[in-house]
């Protein structure tokens, strides 16, 4: 025990500073809306973003990473709106330089292909996973820095890119497993080719705002705000007529093909949409798990073809969990170069914090960090225990060593609390018997293991 | 062709706008210290950020990750120093939260432990890999903005804790393969103790600080230093000879055994240091990879018990590119409760960016973002190039699917100027016989491979 002497004179010297200095603490505490986890919540949260990135780059996109601070004049370029309210802009005391912190991952990208042009490859497929920032009014479910995990296709206006992304949803939610979802599918030239035919050209923008609105408001409703935009009868039956084309994707698909509509860009649209259709089919993506679905419109001006947003089956009231689309000009602020792209995006911190209330979704029980914790039952048996667990490392299974000199209650304690499901354990008989003693925590048993075969039974 | 006419369109209008517009153009660039990779380069960093990860998980670290944003007063408890001028502060407009950005990851996780210390299972192991933020004076190799990869563990006083760094520091750079690296052990209880033992308590700052310069001054210098700080010729000798101890770790061992010193604090940091070297042989560490020199102190007040540094043996001007140590009171600022820590960092950034400058170590050459690109040749072979991606993927061969309309030329100088070691082509006279044509890049050679086996063919 003389080993521990000088750290109980230092824990006790501290002590008495402490009484002194005990009204002097500061209050450990975070500024509203920025999240943490505890390690259980973090490392399934790091498993989700996990698959997320795997299954991006099983497609062959790039990691991307860029700075969380940008050049406010070059971030708002676009300026006006709502954004840049909502922006943490700041100067440093004595210092010229206007920072903002990002918003989203979709106006950085913009500029790094724009500063990065020439040393691009095009198309130009990244995805990004990393925190944006936004000082919005604090409310539940809402932060202020959240992640964001976005992809997309810079430089290509191939309709069977568009199809990647359904493809890439649906194996991301298959592995989430969070129960059925679908996608749901259209192009904005269908709906702008469609306004145009029935002349609406000039109120396309106030059509598509009330439609992306249906699915909230009352059919009468529905009707007053198309007539107050200043649609006559006819006009407003037809955009009704059209946003109830429903059925399977081949249904819908061949309605629109006979619709009678004067517009190249609608036919254009819907061929677009047909090839989609084709290209998740070849792809394998179950048809249950796509749906053409006319009222998406997602947003305003942005998008230009395939919009997408994903519903969960069993839990609407969560919203789209991953939406995007296609949008003809990316980075028009910054470069003469015409850069159309598609994308998408999951909020998974959004995702993640609304499918923790919902009870046994996601596992509440903590989980443990390693496969394996390793401990020896007293002291002597220390360097058999460091062996063991580096000998478990090498042969891939993840072990933490168990180092303090408590008694094996607190031992097997520690186990239990950390989530692991097998503790091993290393006393003087194991030791002569060349053996360690695996303990099933949740089944309370234990059983006697050669050491050669621990690797083996534990792989089980 | 058809189908593209409406996108000519837009490109053609979007031109002409263009040309109005072109000198209202902003340049798209970024803040001076914020850094960024080309997507070859980001491929490699997250390559060695995902070793050590994946390393810190296998021995039972739990990831952790925190708010790039810290309320000021919290942050900044401990207050003073050059700290408090390199922060990036600031207040919102017509807020009166006074946000600080983290410029390093071991203050919050202090705040964290003493925020959450009920919630939580000690000893506590986390690791983090996140960027911090520091507004230094630009200077070469020097970010504002960079990554740290920490590992620390909380609450254990226990020695043998301290043994699992260096087993992971060096599973972690045999990984990198950047050549042999030593990692540097001492004991501050060691220098401290010895320090009291020659009448030195009153000024060991003062002289720990000396010795840490020792490598880059002389020997003349040094002794000058020495005698300023008011040793006289005595205990100057004392301390040169004590930091001249140099051999195998067990010669320095034993001479620190024998030494005559009355500080029971250096006798119990020597044994200290005995335990280490004892476990680091025990977890098969080699022994030419970690050395005891008494000269590394790693800072002033902060490190209570054992320092690491590591020292890459072919790039020594590099400087250490692993540091750390036990430090007795983490979160004393925030909690009463006795919280000692060690942990260890890398500053992958900056190890990246020197690393980076001598050739050949981080190959500069282009890395392909997956496995294999798919092309069709023709159209018409679309949609077998797409059923063969995704038959890939499924097979857990990552493909990216090329699906632009292009010549078979720039389909070609695409995959190379990728860095894709080999293409898939899919043309008329593959789709009739069940083949696909498997081009080697680099080669330039070319064969024909029954569909069903391209995915045994690629795995070699």
Redesign the interface.
């Known amino acids: 025990m003389?080993?521990?002497?000088?750290?109980w004179q230092?824990?006790i010297r501290?002590?008495e500073n402490?009484e002194i200095n005990?009204k002097n603490?500061?209050?450990?505490?975070?500024?509203?809306g920025?999240?943490?986890?505890?390690?259980a919540g973090?490392?399934e949260?790091?498993r989700l973003k996990g698959i997320i990135a795997s299954t991006y780059?099983?497609?062959?996109?790039?990691?991307?990473?860029?700075?969380?601070?940008?050049?406010t004049?070059?971030l708002l370029?676009k300026g006006g709106g709502e954004t840049e309210q909502q922006v943490?802009?700041?100067?440093?005391e004595g210092?010229k330089?206007d920072?903002t912190m990002r918003y989203d991952l979709t106006v950085p990208l913009?500029?790094?292909v724009?500063?990065?042009e020439s040393?691009?490859?095009f198309?130009?497929?990244?995805y990004h996973i990393g925190?944006v920032?936004r000082?919005e009014r604090q409310q539940k479910g809402r932060f202020n820095?959240f992640y964001q995990c976005d992809i997309d296709v810079i430089g290509?206006?191939?309709?069977?890119?568009d199809?990647?992304f359904p493809?890439i949803i649906n194996e991301i939610f298959e592995k989430f497993g969070f129960g059925e979802f679908t996608i749901r599918l259209n192009n904005r030239?269908v709906l702008n080719g469609f306004f145009d035919g029935i002349g609406l050209a000039h109120v396309s923008s106030e059509v598509l705002r009330t439609i992306d609105k249906m699915e909230k408001i009352s059919k009468e409703e529905l009707k007053e705000n198309l007539s107050q935009i200043g649609l006559n009868r006819t006009q407003v039956d037809k955009v009704l007529d059209f946003t109830s084309i429903t059925g399977s994707n081949d249904e819908v698909l061949s309605r629109l093909g006979v619709l009678d509509v004067d517009s190249?860009?609608f036919r254009?649209g819907v061929?677009?949409l047909g090839?989609l259709v084709?290209?998740l089919r070849?792809?394998?993506v179950p048809e249950s798990r796509f749906r053409i679905d006319l009222r998406i419109a997602r947003g305003l001006d942005y998008y230009?073809g395939t919009v997408y947003e994903t519903i969960l089956n069993d839990y609407p009231e969560v919203g789209s969990v991953c939406s995007g689309g296609r949008y003809?000009?990316l980075?028009?602020?910054?470069?003469?170069t015409?850069l159309?792209g598609v994308g998408i995006s999951i909020g998974l911190s959004r995702l993640f914090s609304k499918l923790s209330e919902i009870p046994g979704l996601i596992p509440a029980e903590r989980k443990?960090?390693?496969d394996v914790?390793v401990m020896s039952i007293g002291s002597d048996q220390?360097?058999t225990a460091?062996?063991i667990a580096?000998a478990l490392?090498?042969s891939g299974v993840?072990?933490?060593?168990y180092?303090?000199?408590d008694q094996l209650k607190k031992k097997l304690r520690?186990a239990s609390?950390?989530g692991f499901a097998y503790a091993v354990l290393i006393g003087e008989k194991e030791m002569q018997s060349g053996t360690v003693s695996l303990k099933d925590m949740n089944a309370g048993t234990s059983r006697e293991v050669e050491v050669m075969e621990l690797v083996s039974t534990l792989k089980k």
Chains 1, 2 share one sequence.
């Open positions: 003389y080993k521990y002497i000088y750290d230092i824990a501290r002590t402490r005990v603490k500061v209050q450990p505490r975070r500024p509203g920025f999240n943490e986890l505890l390690p973090q490392i949260f790091d780059e099983k497609y062959g996109f790039t990691p991307l990473d860029t700075p969380v601070l940008e050049l004049d070059v370029a943490y802009s700041f100067k440093r210092s330089t920072f913009a500029r790094y724009a500063e990065h040393d691009l490859v198309p130009f497929r990244r925190k920032y000082a820095e290509s206006r191939s309709p069977l890119i199809a990647e493809a030239m190249d860009l254009d061929e677009k090839i084709g290209a070849t792809m394998g230009t003809d000009d980075a028009g602020y910054y470069t003469a015409d159309p443990s960090p390693a914790v220390n360097e460091i062996a580096s490392r090498e993840s072990a933490m060593l180092t303090e000199p520690f609390r950390m």
